[in-house]
């Protein structure tokens, strides 16, 4: 969520911690999905103790079915570009999902 209220979401989080409109954010032009990954981190969580991923193929495969339920949910987003990023250990992250 670094990327989201530091560098392109909306918001910008300032520094007597509120938070006020970015004056060039990302999603003017772009439609943005941030997703905690892997379960877990951030706010992301699970009440099954065994819905935690173990090693990087699980986190690609939790990831895809986060996505996957995400334009069963959303189908009006299936058409459009898709790209993924994301920052730090995401650099092992990623390309895990792209090659799914």
Not at 78 to 98: C, L, M, R
């Amino acid at each position: 969520m670094f990327g989201l209220f530091v560098e392109h979401g909306p918001y910008v989080v300032t520094s007597n911690m509120t938070l006020r409109d970015r004056d060039f954010p990302w999603t003017t032009m772009l439609s943005m999905l941030y997703i905690d990954n892997p379960v877990g981190t951030g706010f992301s969580f699970t009440d099954d103790t065994h819905g935690y991923a173990v090693n990087e193929d699980n986190v690609a495969r939790d990831l895809y079915s986060a996505l996957i339920q995400f334009f069963q949910i959303f189908p009006e987003y299936k058409n459009n570009d898709f790209y993924v990023t994301g920052e730090s250990y995401a650099g092992k992250y990623v390309p895990a999902i792209a090659h799914l």
